[in-house]
């Protein structure tokens, strides 16, 4: 029985452990994607559509704490609605909620030099699949051949101290139109790094959280199995779907999800060399379907067009799936 598919392998030996894109965000997907459980908090009840306006790719400014100066009167019979521990957790979640938005604004945009400075070597490991870190240096070398992917954070919300100099939010976002939700955990970065007035909270890592598709998102079924995806339905009024996989086969395959320039075709896929996916491609999400079981691909805002579903994970002899017949399309209707 062969293990689980390594993550590396869609990469030439002498890269990084992989690229955010396709390969790149295969792990965090995966992991996203084996927790995605009927039953999980409604994540897209906080309204997938109503982020905010994008922010720049810089290092925010802190949030500082409202302080309390006169103790609230403990006879008082109404129970006060905020106390200082919320607002202390609300102006956490604040400046957090800045730092992330600013992440995803230099990932969008693919400012490597701010992200480097915004996220530890942890978490740069983690952009590539990696649980290995990744230096900035190693991060800056390789980022401009993968190029940007979309990321837009939705909400952040549950700002939490874990201990000295160590704090967490849970995020919603969307990266391609995949919609995520994880918790991503803070440190401050190194004395001396920030001016006095800057957030010194960067991210250290994210770990996937259970995620409620959108309530009015279409469901499409996706069979995988040695060597072939069928779905069914075929087309779907979207802009909200959720390909639910299930693998019928003893080993893993994935639903990744590409918008092809016109002409372009999975045969010029397979000519491309990796890590990076091709100029003629977009990302709009991944998730790995584990051998014999279902994993949810959650998607959000589909333009009308085709979409076509692919499996990269390569047989015993390095050949694509796809190569073996894991190809298929739907369509979002006008
Ligand atoms: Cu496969």
Same mark, same amino acid.
């Given at each position: 029985?062969?293990?689980?598919?390594?993550?590396?392998?869609?990469?030439?030996?002498?890269?990084?452990?992989?690229?955010?894109?396709?390969?790149?965000? @295969?792990?965090?997907?995966?992991?996203?994607?084996?927790?995605?459980?009927?039953?999980?908090?409604?994540?897209?009840?906080?309204?997938?559509?109503?982020?905010?306006?994008?922010?720049?790719?810089?290092?925010?400014?802190?949030?500082?704490?409202?302080?309390?100066?006169?103790?609230?009167?403990?006879?008082?019979? &109404?129970?006060?609605?905020?106390?200082?521990?919320?607002?202390?957790?609300?102006?956490?979640?604040?400046?957090?909620?800045?730092?992330?938005?600013?992440?995803?604004?230099?990932?969008?945009?693919?400012?490597?030099?701010?992200?480097?400075?915004?996220?530890?070597?942890?978490?740069?490991?983690?952009?590539?699949?990696?649980?290995?870190?990744?230096?900035?240096?190693?991060?800056?070398?390789?980022?401009?051949?993968?190029?940007?992917?979309? &990321? @837009?954070?939705?909400?952040?919300?549950?700002?939490?101290?874990?201990?000295?100099?160590?704090?967490?939010?849970?995020?919603?976002?969307?990266?391609?139109?995949?919609?995520?939700?994880?918790?991503?955990?803070?440190?401050?970065?190194?004395?001396?790094?920030?001016?006095?007035?800057?957030?010194?909270?960067?991210?250290?890592?994210?770990?996937?959280?259970?995620?409620?598709?959108?309530?009015?998102?279409?469901?499409?079924?996706?069979?995988?199995?040695?060597?072939?995806?069928?779905?069914?339905?075929? &087309?779907?009024?979207?802009?909200?779907?959720?390909?639910?996989?299930?693998?019928?086969?003893?080993?893993?395959?994935?639903?990744?999800?590409?918008?092809?320039?016109?002409?372009?075709?999975?045969?010029?896929?397979? @000519?491309?060399?990796?890590?990076?996916?091709?100029?003629? &491609?977009?990302?709009?999400?991944?998730?790995?379907?584990?051998?014999?079981?279902?994993?949810?691909?959650?998607?959000?805002?589909?333009?009308?067009?085709?979409?076509?579903?692919?499996?990269?994970?390569?047989?015993?002899?390095?050949?694509?799936?796809?190569?073996?017949?894991?190809?298929?399309?739907?369509?979002?209707?006008?």
């Amino acid at each position: 029985m062969p293990g689980r598919p390594k993550r590396q392998r869609h990469l030439p030996p002498a890269q990084p452990p992989r690229s955010r894109a396709p390969g790149g965000w @295969r792990v965090v997907a995966m992991v996203a994607a084996l927790t995605v459980a009927i039953g999980g908090p409604a994540a897209s009840e906080v309204g997938v559509q109503n982020a905010a306006a994008a922010a720049p790719c810089a290092i925010p400014a802190a949030v500082v704490a409202p302080v309390a100066a006169t103790p609230l009167p403990v006879s008082d019979a &109404t129970p006060v609605a905020t106390s200082a521990a919320d607002m202390e957790s609300a102006a956490l979640t604040a400046e957090l909620d800045t730092v992330a938005r600013a992440l995803a604004a230099c990932l969008s945009q693919g400012k490597a030099g701010t992200v480097v400075e915004l996220a530890t070597a942890r978490y740069l490991g983690q952009l590539y699949a990696s649980d290995l870190p990744l230096s900035p240096e190693e991060y800056l070398q390789i980022a401009p051949q993968l190029g940007p992917v979309e &990321t @837009r954070i939705v909400s952040v919300t549950d700002g939490r101290r874990l201990g000295p100099g160590r704090v967490s939010a849970e995020v919603v976002s969307v990266v391609g139109r995949q919609l995520l939700r994880s918790r991503w955990d803070f440190e401050k970065a190194p004395a001396g790094e920030r001016t006095p007035n800057q957030s010194t909270w960067r991210v250290d890592r994210e770990q996937a959280l259970p995620l409620i598709p959108p309530a009015d998102a279409d469901l499409l079924s996706v069979t995988l199995q040695d060597y072939a995806i069928a779905i069914d339905p075929t &087309t779907t009024s979207g802009p909200d779907v959720v390909l639910r996989g299930e693998n019928l086969a003893a080993q893993d395959h994935e639903m990744l999800v590409l918008r092809f320039a016109a002409g372009f075709t999975t045969e010029d896929l397979l @000519r491309a060399a990796g890590p990076a996916l091709p100029k003629q &491609t977009t990302y709009v999400g991944q998730a790995t379907v584990p051998a014999g079981g279902r994993a949810d691909l959650v998607l959000t805002g589909l333009e009308p067009g085709r979409y076509t579903v692919v499996c990269l994970f390569p047989a015993e002899d390095g050949t694509p799936h796809l190569a073996l017949g894991m190809a298929t399309t739907f369509e979002v209707e006008r």
